[in-house]
């Protein structure tokens, strides 16, 4: 009787895609072993924006845009879930399959690491996985919740442990508890061995959309009608807000009292009150944020407004409490009638979805990623109220990403950099059409063992 022969392993393609899929921006590029963040890994706006000459501009095409002024978005990502294919595909297509694309590859001979957000709804994955193999046709294929490869950074280095032996540099860490707080949410997912614990994650829906449309509506109300100016809020949001140590105490300094009862303005008050100078689109497209002037100020209110007191003033903001304001809502969105707990409580309730022996090592491995822990002082509000909330027998270690904005993309990027690993987690296309989606589904739910 003659043997039976084994079916061939289709082969692994050498080149392989790293997309790290935010709701804001696109981190993506191409597998190294020794990454350079500024040169490998690119940012692309995840967007299709239309100015006010009607112009569309998509992904990439944003950077040669001059006039930001009244631009609406369209964004295939919503509350961190990708839910428009259509939209999505076009800024693909600029970025990856057009000619002259940024990141030109042939989907047929590259393999591609994609990020989602976790707890996606079966039926988002289910699509997601039939547009990469049936309609880009992408030779291998691993989709995996974000979080879970930040497990594959260097993070001993991050809190001053011994380095990894060689044998282990590969491996993930064991125990992490990670924190990314990005554009739609945030999310607290419990890492074990590079595998997120599911029923452990907690999720708290304020995210930067959230506090740059809560920003819009403070200026609006105090100084210009903003509502149409979300790009630029942004910028004014990332250039002068921060966390404060003390809320009550900042509240206070920067209190102005009411007319019958105006209060002297306290010294501290002008360490936190700050002009906004706006921009005008025409010799500078960029705002930019410098130390309040009192007397400028006064001099154009008394003069009606920015622009009348002299010829050529620029328009500005003079923004105080706003400042750390926006960023309480992360540790309190009740201030704003949320019924959720802040961040430092939904780290405690992800905990206690763990086994108690857990604790330990995941308190001594808190890591930070996402765009909103560059916020001036988060990562220290966050230490000292953990500190207040977790058991006083434990440890605890808060740390920052060195680039929180693409540390997940540098954990792919290392991920895929160890070829052993790379086979073992992804699924090429001729697997997807012998064994169908349903087969997929539960492939990626499982874990790294095939």
């Not at 309609?135 to 919740?145: D, I, P, Q, W």
């Not at 500190?387 to 540390?407: G, N, T, Y």
Request: charged share 25%; hydrophobic share 40%; net charge negative.
């Amino acid at each position: 009787m003659p043997r039976k022969t084994q079916p061939t392993e289709a082969a692994v393609p050498e080149h392989t895609l790293i997309v790290d899929n935010g709701a804001f921006d696109i981190k993506a590029g191409f597998a190294v072993t020794s990454p350079d963040l500024d040169k490998d890994c690119h940012v692309i706006p995840n967007c299709m924006a239309r100015g006010r000459d009607k112009r569309v501009w998509v992904g990439a095409q944003l950077e040669n845009c001059k006039d930001f002024g009244e631009m609406t978005f369209r964004r295939p990502v919503e509350k961190g879930y990708l839910v428009n294919w259509e939209a999505e595909k076009e800024i693909w297509d600029n970025t990856f399959f057009d000619k002259g694309a940024k990141l030109k590859c042939d989907p047929q001979d590259t393999n591609l690491i994609l990020t989602e957000a976790p707890n996606t709804p079966q039926a988002l994955q289910t699509n997601c996985d039939q547009i990469i193999f049936e309609e880009l046709e992408f030779a291998a294929y691993y989709r995996c919740v974000g979080p879970s490869l930040n497990a594959y950074n260097d993070i001993p280095a991050l809190f001053g442990d011994p380095p990894h032996g060689p044998d282990t540099s590969a491996l993930p860490v064991e125990c992490l508890l990670l924190i990314d707080s990005g554009f739609s949410h945030t999310t607290v997912t419990p890492l074990f061995q590079g595998r997120p614990i599911h029923q452990a994650i907690r999720r708290l829906d304020v995210g930067g959309k959230f506090l740059t449309n809560y920003l819009k509506e403070l200026v609006s109300i105090r100084h210009y009608n903003m509502m149409d100016e979300t790009l630029l809020m942004n910028e004014v949001k990332e250039a002068v807000c921060y966390v404060s140590n003390d809320f009550k105490r900042d509240l206070d300094t920067t209190w102005k009292g009411g007319v019958g009862d105006r209060k002297r303005a306290d010294d501290g008050r002008d360490r936190i009150v700050v002009d906004y100078v706006l921009p005008d689109y025409n010799t500078h497209t960029k705002g930019f944020m410098r130390p309040h002037d009192r007397s400028l100020a006064t001099k154009l209110k008394k003069f009606g407004g920015a622009g009348s007191a002299t010829e050529g003033v620029e328009d500005f903001m003079t923004l105080g409490n706003e400042r750390f304001a926006v960023p309480e809502l992360l540790f309190s969105p009740g201030d704003v009638g949320m019924k959720q707990a802040g961040i430092s409580e939904t780290v405690i309730q992800s905990l206690s979805g763990l086994p108690p022996g857990l604790w330990p090592a995941m308190l001594a491995n808190v890591l930070v990623v996402g765009g909103n822990a560059n916020l001036r002082g988060f990562v220290e509000r966050l230490e000292i109220e953990l500190r207040q909330l977790a058991p006083a027998e434990c440890i605890l270690r808060v740390a920052k990403a060195p680039d929180p904005v693409k540390s997940t993309w540098l954990g792919g990027c290392r991920l895929a950099s160890d070829i052993a690993t790379l086979k073992d987690v992804i699924v090429t296309r001729q697997e997807y059409q012998e064994h169908g989606s349903a087969w997929l589904a539960k492939r990626f739910a499982v874990g790294n063992v095939k």
